[in-house]
């Protein structure tokens, strides 16, 4: 499974030496070059390093959990709580398949920053939780991101009935572990940011072959029971007022990131009004039309894109959507994913425990 490893940063900051010019870059985070390559080498704060570093898998219980690599199309992470091996007459456990976030350009699943919460998140639930490698724009634009969500849920139905083709899939202990494991009639997709885009994106792809209606793709017996978008990364093409008066106090998020990365990820040519970043506008189909389970959105009172979280949740109930929303009061964007600010934090801390209780009641009511 691909990680952003020391050797790999030390080629690039040489390849981008290497007589290349930058064509385009988001502060810190990435550089394209004139021969269409990308360098992500991180050149920001020093600080933000150490939630960057990637984790690796552990067949031994920590904390309560086992984490392991699933290679194919795409990479799977999946964590194991020990509840797993407890239910009580074999009851298998929900599945929460993660939808990471980076504005569809940048990090990945095995980084720090999403291994603390993810891992704890398993054991508070229980629930086995299926992280996927999305693939990166803008080497690979939307809607690949979208496409890659789709095969995410592929791969765990076809795992859970020991479909495999090709005989790679059923041989891995990993895949093993999960159909062990998982119920995959309780399927949870949760993002952060431009995850949470992917959550309300993939969830209607697949809904639309859940309803019967429309059974141009069998999906039984896996069914996506709920969405759970954090700070979704809903935007409009046209600054709201969160975004002119909210001051960003992250590295990880910022209106040049936010505008950069959605104009290497959109299809070329469109605007933040695309339907990927702006599901409640008139370019989107209508939302009443939209099949969709029901919905958690989590939204930040401190963050950029506070109003068009909050508009987008207002759209969905106006369209007769089931949802439910928690305001994280006094937090910024993807709060939680700090496990600095988590465990030193009080007030960070709490709100975080807020964040994991909700999901976890969430899940035990669908």
Same mark, same amino acid.
């Given at each position: ?63 309560? @959990? ?38 569809? =350009? ?13 891992? @704890?998140?398993? =054991? ?119 975004? +002119? ?9 910022? +209106? ?26 008139? @370019? ?28 987008? =949740? ?51 009511? @669908?």
């Amino acid at each position: 499974m691909a990680t952003a490893t020391e050797a790999q940063q030390q080629q690039h900051v040489v390849q981008a030496a290497g007589g290349r010019k930058v064509v385009d870059e988001v502060s810190g985070w990435l550089r394209v070059l004139d021969d269409g390559s990308v360098d992500r080498t991180w050149t920001g704060p020093p600080e933000a390093l150490p939630l960057m570093q990637p984790i690796a898998p552990y067949s031994d219980p920590r904390d309560g @959990h086992t984490l392991h690599d699933l290679p194919g199309e795409p990479n799977l992470r999946v964590y194991l709580p020990e509840a797993a091996n407890k239910g009580e007459g074999g009851a298998r456990l929900p599945v929460i398949v993660q939808l990471h976030g980076g504005g569809f =350009c940048i990090s990945h699943p095995s980084w720090l920053m999403y291994h603390h919460f993810y891992s @704890h998140l398993a =054991c508070a639930v229980p629930a086995v939780v299926v992280a996927v490698e999305l693939p990166l724009a803008p080497e690979r634009r939307l809607p690949a991101h979208i496409d890659a969500g789709v095969a995410a849920l592929r791969r765990l139905r076809a795992i859970a009935l020991s479909e495999d083709d090709d005989g790679a899939l059923n041989h891995h202990p990993a895949a093993a572990l999960l159909r062990d494991a998982a119920d995959i009639s309780r399927v949870f997709l949760i993002g952060d940011s431009s995850g949470g885009n992917l959550v309300h994106l993939v969830a209607a792809r697949v809904m639309m072959g859940q309803d019967q209606d429309e059974p141009t793709t069998n999906w039984s017996p896996l069914r996506v029971a709920g969405g759970i978008p954090i700070h979704p990364g809903f935007v409009r093409a046209t600054r709201s007022r969160s975004e +002119l008066e909210t001051r960003s106090n992250s590295v990880f998020f910022t +209106l040049d990131m936010l505008d950069k990365f959605l104009a290497l990820a959109l299809p070329e040519g469109a605007t933040k009004d695309h339907p990927f970043t702006c599901p409640m506008g008139p @370019h989107a189909p209508p939302l009443e039309d939209v099949h969709l389970p029901p919905m958690l959105v989590a939204v930040a009172e401190n963050d950029l894109i506070y109003d068009t979280n909050m508009e987008y =949740c207002d759209a969905m109930r106006d369209a007769g959507k089931e949802v439910e929303v928690l305001v994280n009061r006094g937090m910024s964007h993807s709060f939680y994913l700090n496990k600095y600010a988590v465990d030193m934090d009080p007030t960070t801390g709490e709100r975080a425990r807020e964040l994991v209780d909700a999901i976890a009641s969430f899940v035990a009511r @669908h």
